[in-house]
């Protein structure tokens, strides 16, 4: 299973991630998914509503706005993404609970501290069990 990300999206979120260091930052991924593939079509930052270093929340009625809008364009949110400041971008005990609540969403963590970016992961929760996406960078 793979995740597709345009290079600048990308860039947008590791840039977020490193300017919200030492706290975690959130955002939303829209696009589409074909089979096996998660394709973002576009990074749409949020605001941690917990300003924590170790969670992330984000206003339900701003989900639901970037929601309405991905659909009014034939899009979903294909995932979430989230920073781990300084440490390691593995699937947490919240990360877990969380997947498990949205199965087939991709969840893309960036490990990141304010200067460097260690690590990107991305996992999705599908047939029982958390598995890893190939992230392709294009
Ligand atoms: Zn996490």
Redesign the pocket.
């Known amino acids: 299973m793979r995740l597709r990300i345009k290079r600048e999206d990308l860039s947008a979120i590791e840039r977020h991630s490193k300017q919200s260091f030492p706290l975690e930052c959130c955002g939303l991924l829209v696009g589409r998914r074909t089979g096996t593939e998660f394709e973002v079509l576009e990074a749409v930052p949020a605001e941690n509503v917990k300003r924590s270093p170790t969670l992330f929340e984000m206003d339900p009625q701003f989900v639901h706005a970037v929601l309405s809008r991905a659909e009014s364009r034939g899009l979903t949110i294909v995932g979430f993404y ?1 920073s ?1 400041p300084g440490v390691g971008a593995y699937v ?1 005990g ?2 877990a609970e969380f997947l498990k609540l949205w199965p087939g969403v991709a969840w893309l ?1 960036i490990s990141a501290t304010r200067e460097l970016i260690e690590e990107r992961r991305a996992y999705v929760y599908e047939g029982d069990e958390i598995r890893e996406l190939k992230i392709e960078v294009y």
């Open positions: 989230h781990h947490s919240k990360d963590i």
